[in-house]
T-cell receptor, first 113, second 112 residues
Framework: GESVGLHLPTLSVQEGDNSIINCAYSNSASDYFIWYKQESGKGPQFIIDIRSNMDKRQGQRVTVLLNKTVKHLSLQIAATQPGDSAVYFCAERGMDSSYKLIFGSGTRLLVRP | DGGITQSPKYLFRKEGQNVTLSCEQNLNHDAMYWYRQDPGQGLRLIYYSQIVNDFQKGDIAEGYSVSREKKESFPLTVTSAQKNPTAFYLC???????????FGSGTQLSVL
């Protein structure tokens, strides 16, 4: 069945370092992936997305990499800042007729000053 | 400003009571969604609507009901049949079923 999971539940990084958050997905037919950031008590905030016809996409301080061969997605955050501390979710679009987004369980990013 | 508004921020339910969570969007999006989030977990889909006057069950629809009478509004009712309603409820909307979702700020529902 479809599933989206994360390798590391908690990631602690030093301020200024780069962060890499990983995500594995099981449905090789999924064609769209999104990363969201969620701060405590708030709704998820869109960070970046990527379609399956791409393997890399860059935003402001963030890069998403997609490796379809091993069904792996990663989010790279450059020069991590204290404001980046949050839970990060990856999501994939299901390939049934509903095109539902399926969310992973999340990775908590802690930025040490 | 444009966005998705959820209310109330906090809600308490008594035993056997139905409660309704409000979700309004002014983004002119066709699709709207309700997700449930339990502590330390991801989001699970309750109901979604791709167009006015139509909606479909998600993965955990039992004990919930929705309506979509207006494009802007997608209220969720947590019925007494939902035995474990305590959770953080998130409403989202999207331009279509194939696009990214925009989320509201959530409603925390607790049982008295």
């Amino acid at each position: 069945g479809e599933s989206v999971g994360l390798h590391l539940p908690t990631l602690s990084v030093q301020e200024g370092d780069n962060s890499i958050i990983n995500c594995a997905y099981s449905n090789s037919a999924s064609d769209y992936f999104i990363w969201y950031k969620q701060e405590s008590g708030k709704g998820p905030q869109f960070i970046i997305d990527i379609r399956s016809n791409m393997d890399k996409r860059q935003g402001q301080r963030v890069t998403v990499l997609l490796n379809k061969t091993v069904k792996h997605l990663s989010l790279q955050i450059a020069a991590t800042q204290p404001g980046d501390s949050a839970v990060y979710f990856c999501a994939e679009r299901g390939m049934d007729s509903s095109y539902k987004l399926i969310f992973g369980s999340g990775t908590r990013l802690l930025v040490r000053p | 400003d444009g966005g998705i508004t959820q209310s109330p921020k906090y809600l308490f339910r008594k035993e056997g009571q139905n409660v309704t969570l409000s979700c309004e969007q002014n983004l002119n999006h066709d699709a709207m969604y309700w997700y449930r989030q339990d502590p330390g977990q991801g989001l699970r889909l309750i109901y979604y609507s791709q167009i006015v006057n139509d909606f479909q069950k998600g993965d955990i629809a039992e004990g919930y009901s929705v309506s979509r009478e207006k494009k802007e509004s997608f209220p969720l009712t947590v019925t007494s049949a939902q035995k474990n309603p305590t959770a953080f409820y998130l409403c989202a909307s999207g331009q279509g079923s194939r696009e990214k979702l925009f989320f509201g700020s959530g409603t925390q529902l607790s049982v008295l």
